[in-house]
């Protein structure tokens, strides 16, 4: 299975704009869809996007759509979640998963590895 490592969070005031990386190790990358994912204490992991193994196809979360948005290069191993126009309200830890399977791609449960997440705290 691949490993992955998230990167690229901090503090942030709100209007700014982060973009997290996920690099992928230790597999075969291009067998593997990648979705990002965020979670805060007492909550549901939030589906975020998703980016197909080619990287032709992706899909955003209505709830960020516009906001948010996917990328990867597989000759980098590296997919990107670029986040514009950050509210308070997107304070939280930020995960990538990755999946070989062709299941739906907001569930969690269909990803079969996950990073270790990276904390994004967004100030008012």
């Known amino acids: 299975q691949v490993q992955l490592a998230e990167s690229g969070g901090g503090t942030v005031q709100a209007g700014d704009s982060l973009r997290l990386s996920c690099v992928a190790s230790g597999g075969t990358f291009t067998q593997y869809a990648v979705g990002w994912f965020r979670q805060t204490p007492g909550k549901e992991r939030e589906f975020l996007a998703h980016v197909w193994r080619s990287g032709s196809s992706t899909y955003v979360a209505e709830s960020v759509y516009g906001r948010f948005s996917i990328s990867r290069d597989n000759a980098r191993n590296t997919v990107w979640l670029l986040m514009n126009h950050l509210e308070p309200e997107d304070t939280a830890v930020y995960y990538c998963?990755?999946?070989?399977?062709?299941?739906?791609?907001?569930?969690?449960?269909?990803?079969?590895?996950w990073g270790q997440g990276t904390q994004v705290t967004v100030s008012s």
């Open positions: 998963a990755a999946t070989d399977r062709t299941g739906t791609a907001a569930i969690v449960k269909e990803y079969d590895c």
